[in-house]
């Protein structure tokens, strides 16, 4: 995601071996500021797991995101940023 590297983070593939449904990406911004992304194709939504997952995250309180629109992708950032 050229965005993230251009406000001075990263966005590795995030993978984890033996739990299916985890999300794609992890955002890491400057300051220690992070995030979990789902990736999706426009309009499409997580799968059922993925969303059980996403909920699992979110209950431990971090920050998930679906984006399906590269156009959201700054506003979320932003939202990281601030958060």
Known sequence: ???VKKRGGICPK???PGM???PDRI???PRGKFAFAEL???GQKPRPLQVARHKILM???F???VIDD???IGGVIDEIRTT
């Open 63 to 65: 920050r998930v995101y």
């Open 40 to 42: 999706k194709a426009s």
């Open 1 to 3: 995601m050229r965005e």
């Open 59 to 61: 209950g431990l309180g």
């Open 27 to 29: 955002i890491l911004l």
């Open 70 to 72: 590269a156009e959201k």
């Open 20 to 22: 299916s449904g985890m």
């Open 14 to 16: 995030f993978v984890s």
